[in-house]
């Protein structure tokens, strides 16, 4: 997890990766409508193999 600004908007955006043992997926929350209301960004697969568990880092 970190937080980051990608998208070029004024506020940092939450970034979380998978862990160990888990699929590979990255989601973004937008800083500007992060208020646990809103839903998350879309789901990003970094890899190119779904089966990959060696997790993801975001830092």
Known sequence: MTA???DGGG???LVVG???EQAPS???FPGVTLT????????ITPFTD???TSGV???
């Open 36 to 43: 646990g209301a809103s839903p998350p960004g879309a789901a």
């Open 18 to 20: 998978s862990g160990d």
């Open 26 to 28: 990255v989601v973004v």
């Open 4 to 6: 980051k600004r990608v």
């Open 11 to 13: 506020a940092a955006s």
């Open 50 to 52: 779904p089966t990959e």
């Open 57 to 59: 880092f975001v830092g």
